[in-house]
């Protein structure tokens, strides 16, 4: 099975820095996607930047961007800028391109930004 | 996107009752999932609802503890039966759009049972 792992439980940025948050999944799979997604204190989940494997090029929104080297099967998720709306859970998640309805979650990461 | 929301978004139960959750989505949604978060963890998928058949459950979740209705494409429930404190959770329900790999997550169910 699909295993995604997030090795930072949590980390903390001041604010108008840039941060860095880690990722690293195992699939035998070759066509995947992947995402992360944010849950502030709040509780929705919100989704914050998706990438499909089959493509090169690094997804970026905003101040949101990835780092995602198939290879090595690492995807972080690099916040610019930081706000302190930024703060919360930040999980990292895998999906089949197959297999739509399976979502596999990493165990989260939770952003401090400190004013 | 669509919207989807919650009710209950929080209750409090005693032991070995039930608590039914409500999900409403505000388009016509194929699948919806739901999830259990439990304090401080990571996301667990109970199981999977497709309007007009039987929700599909994951390895250690059964009908007759969380049994799920999909009545029609934007609505779905979630109970939890026979409450025990281990109970305790987030419940959040899903739905992905077809064609869209993303699923969208509603505001999530805080259970409390003592």
């Known amino acids: 099975a699909q295993t995604v792992t997030q090795s930072q439980p949590e980390m903390s940025v001041q604010e108008a820095e840039t941060v860095t948050l880690s990722c690293t999944y195992d699939t035998s799979e070759s066509d995947y996607y992947l995402f992360w997604y944010k849950q502030p204190p709040s509780r929705q989940m919100i989704l914050v ?50 297999n739509f309805n399976k979502f596999y979650f990493g165990s989260g990461t939770k952003l401090n930004v400190k004013p | ?76 429930t979630l109970t939890v039966s026979n409450m025990s404190p281990e109970d305790s959770s987030i419940y959040l329900c899903s739905f992905r759009l077809a064609g869209a790999p993303e699923q969208y997550f509603g505001p999530g169910t805080r259970l409390t049972v003592t």
Do not use: H
């Open chain 1, 49 to 98: 930047i998706r990438q499909e494997a089959y493509k090169q090029q690094n997804a970026t929104e905003n101040r949101f961007s990835v780092n995602f080297q198939k290879a090595a099967k690492s995807f972080s998720l690099k916040i610019s800028d930081s706000q302190l709306g930024d703060a919360a859970m930040y999980f990292c998640a895998y999906r089949s391109r197959s």
């Open chain 2, 1 to 76: 996107s669509a919207v989807i929301s919650q009710k209950p978004s929080r209750d409090i139960c005693q032991r070995g009752t039930s608590l039914t959750i409500q999900c409403q989505v505000d388009s016509q949604v194929t699948m919806m999932f739901w999830y259990r978060q439990q304090p401080g963890q990571s996301l667990t998928l109970i199981a999977t609802a497709n309007q007009g058949s039987e929700a599909t459950y994951e390895s250690g979740f059964v009908i007759d503890k969380f049994p799920i209705s999909r009545p029609n494409l934007t609505f779905s």
